[in-house]
């Protein structure tokens, strides 16, 4: 700050050693206040509302992630901290008025979402910090397939998947023709861009069906997030390599599509966070601190699902979750996992289960050894069940869906 006058040093000694010293230290203040000021007003710029080259000191606006590509942005992007997934229904006519109505919404989906996604004409997303971080996901339900009469070489496990015991699924949150999922950096763009998607499906003749949203929690850049038991949630996902062979389509026009599975899993997060932590540890067969396999040291280590303890008890127990989601009960299969977390209502919250498969058979697989001897099982209750078959990308100057019409 600048020296008051009244608190100036006097000058009364000033020809001698200490006036001299005096002098030099109230210099010395001054400048050392100057280039304080010079500093913070460096870093943090001037907020003076109207100030000819006044800077906020903010870091540059992130750059926007691009809607066009050969895989929907959705799944190749980093996870955003905020989703909504939304579902439609398309009223049955014939095929061919069927087909024409998907195509007119596919068509008018790419122009809103590769829109919203950049320099956008929406003023409702033209906000100071540059374009919105969105990225998006769509795909078709099977009802809808079948009736599009379309040659989409699926795998046999695409329907709609089989009860499982202990669900308990609310109709009206599951299924769907048509299912699109919006993730973004903050909730304000989630409800914009639902909004013209939405306005853009009924202009096509389909009508909203159920919409859910969900959230991640604050997580550093390539750590996996934690769902609302507090465990990591996504360890096992596949590299490229496996994805290739497990997630995506054969090669040919459903190279780069894949079908999505999603759960919406109430918990009972008291309910569990009442174990010991230890007794939590057992229950997943992982560690609730850093994520490593009981049989480990670090997250990303296999679980070695043959070790004993001198007792010949198994260290991951034979009801431990991550043994009976393990890989190697599937031949090595893997799904990619991109869940997300909920909280609708006081006793009601839980896990967005969303997985990515070549074929969904998988999970049947996997759901019928959970619901059989799962130790989660006391916690947890599915109440929302659909699949879809999720599009390949669109390249830039394509619409989402070209490859069904060819």
């Not at 100030?51 to 929907?72: K, V």
């Not at 024409?100 to 906000?127: F, H, I, K």
């Not at 750590?223 to 389509?249: I, Y």
Request: hydrophobic share 40%; aromatic share 6%; with cysteine.
């Amino acid at each position: 700050m600048p020296t008051e006058p009244e608190n100036a040093p006097s000058n009364r000694s000033a020809g001698s050693g200490v006036g001299r010293r005096r002098a030099l230290l109230a210099a010395g203040a001054v400048l050392a206040a100057g280039v304080g000021a010079t500093v913070g007003e460096a870093v943090g710029g001037d907020r003076t509302p109207g100030r000819a080259g006044a800077t906020t000191g903010a870091p540059p606006p992130e750059a926007p992630i691009p809607f066009h590509g050969a895989r929907q942005a959705g799944l190749t992007a980093p996870q955003l901290p905020a989703t909504k997934l939304l579902a439609f229904d398309l009223p049955p006519t014939s095929a061919a008025t069927d087909r024409e109505a998907v195509r007119t919404l596919l068509a008018a989906w790419t122009s809103t979402l590769a829109a919203a996604a950049g320099p956008t004409p929406d003023p409702r997303l033209r906000t100071d910090g540059g374009a919105p971080r969105l990225t998006s996901l769509v795909g078709l339900g099977p009802a809808l397939t079948t009736r599009l009469a379309l040659a989409l070489a699926l795998p046999a496990g695409f329907a709609d998947l089989p009860p499982f015991p202990g669900d308990r699924l609310d109709p009206a949150r599951s299924g769907g023709d048509l299912l699109l999922q919006l993730c973004a950096a903050d909730h304000w763009t989630l409800a914009v861009v639902a909004e013209l998607a939405t306005t853009a499906a009924r202009k096509a003749g389909a009508t909203p069906r159920w919409a859910q949203t969900g959230f991640l929690p604050r997580t550093a850049p390539g750590a996996t997030p934690r769902n609302l038991l507090g465990f990591k949630d996504g360890t096992a996902n596949p590299d490229e390599d496996a994805a290739r062979q497990w997630v995506w389509g054969p090669a040919g026009p459903h190279e780069n599509a894949t079908v999505l599975v999603y759960r919406r899993i109430r918990m009972d997060t008291a309910a569990f966070a009442a174990l010991p932590e230890e007794k939590q540890n057992l229950v997943m067969g992982r560690r609730a601190g850093d994520g490593a396999p009981l049989t480990g040291t670090a997250e990303h280590d296999e679980p070695d699902l043959y070790a004993k303890h001198p007792d010949g008890a198994y260290v991951i127990p034979a009801t431990a979750h991550v043994r009976l989601t393990g890989p190697r009960l599937d031949g090595g299969a893997r799904m990619l996992r991109r869940g997300y977390s909920y909280d609708d209502a006081p006793g009601d919250s839980g896990l967005l289960f969303c997985a990515f498969m070549r074929d969904p058979g998988q999970f049947t697989r996997v759901q019928n050894r959970l619901a059989e001897r799962d130790a989660l099982n006391p916690f947890v209750e599915h109440t929302a069940s659909a699949v879809a078959y999720v599009l390949p990308g669109a390249p830039e100057g394509t619409t989402l869906g070209d490859h069904l019409w060819a």
